[in-house]
């Protein structure tokens, strides 16, 4: 079955196609729609939904941060620790993701409450999720605290799994999916940034699920090589098959050993 982009599903905003040629807005504009193409010439659904002038929403490309859409019908709207990144919550992408993707509510899981007490935990950037063995795996970082974390794994019906990760100056990684990706047959994680006392629980925790494992270091996370998002996709000669989407800087900054395990 064909899937869109994100958690279970999502969808991505673009800015309306007014910024002239050369500017960063229109690189990061073609660089979108060029995503875009790949994916779709891969198989892939992509919800698009315009962004809109007013309130301005400098970071609004991709809403996995804020909002996330699940098997069972659940759509759950995360509290996010910039302001500029709260005015991305929008009706109208939710209802995209309803009218054009076949997505049906069943109902929504509103943790937003929490950026008022200073509490936040952003989407599948802070979480990566297991959804064969219901565990969700969480850095803590400001963007990611752990009462929030336990509400939401309490609600979704998933075991937590909180560790640690820095990096290099020893600051905490402020997303989980900086180092860590999950896949149907394969799991990437940089243990080089997890914190001593948690790496042999947490690669340990990994093995149990049967996938192999891939260790990055440091010089591969700070290059976005942790990055990655496997997606599903249909084929007529395979069937049911999976896709991994990295950036470029991501795949040039894998080491060849560790890109070649993930290509076989």
Not at 88 to 96: H, L, N
Not at 149 to 171: C, N, Q, S, T
Request: charged share 25%; proline share 5%; aromatic share 6%.
């Amino acid at each position: 079955m064909q899937r869109s982009v994100g958690a279970e599903a999502s969808a991505t905003t673009a800015a309306p196609g007014t910024d002239s040629a050369g500017t960063p807005q229109a690189r990061a504009r073609a660089e979108f729609d060029g995503l875009v193409r790949a994916l779709h010439s891969e198989g892939v659904i992509v919800c698009q939904v315009a962004d809109t002038p007013e309130p301005p929403k400098p970071d609004a490309v991709f809403p996995n941060n804020w909002v996330s859409f699940h098997e069972d019908g659940t759509v759950v709207l995360y509290p996010m620790q910039a302001e500029t990144r709260r005015r991305e919550r929008r009706q109208e992408i939710v209802a995209a993701v309803v009218s054009e993707l076949g997505f049906q509510v069943s109902r929504v899981l509103d943790l937003t409450h929490h950026e008022a007490e200073g509490r936040f935990l952003e989407g599948t950037g802070s979480l990566i999720l297991d959804h064969v063995e219901r565990v969700a795996y969480a850095s803590i970082s400001p963007r990611t605290h752990p009462a929030v974390l336990e509400e939401w794994a309490h609600e979704m019906g998933y075991e937590p799994l909180i560790f640690k990760a820095f990096d290099r100056a020893g600051v905490p990684l402020y997303h989980t999916n900086v180092l860590m990706c999950i896949g149907a047959r394969v799991a990437v994680i940089g243990t080089e940034a997890v914190a001593q006392d948690d790496r042999t629980r947490l690669v340990g925790r990994l093995c149990a699920c049967g996938r192999e494992i891939i260790e990055i270091g440091h010089d591969e996370i700070e290059r976005f090589a942790g990055n990655m998002l496997e997606l599903a996709t249909w084929d007529e000669a395979l069937g049911d098959s999976r896709v991994l989407v990295m950036s470029e800087a991501a795949r040039q900054g894998l080491r060849p050993e560790n890109f070649a395990r993930l290509a076989a």
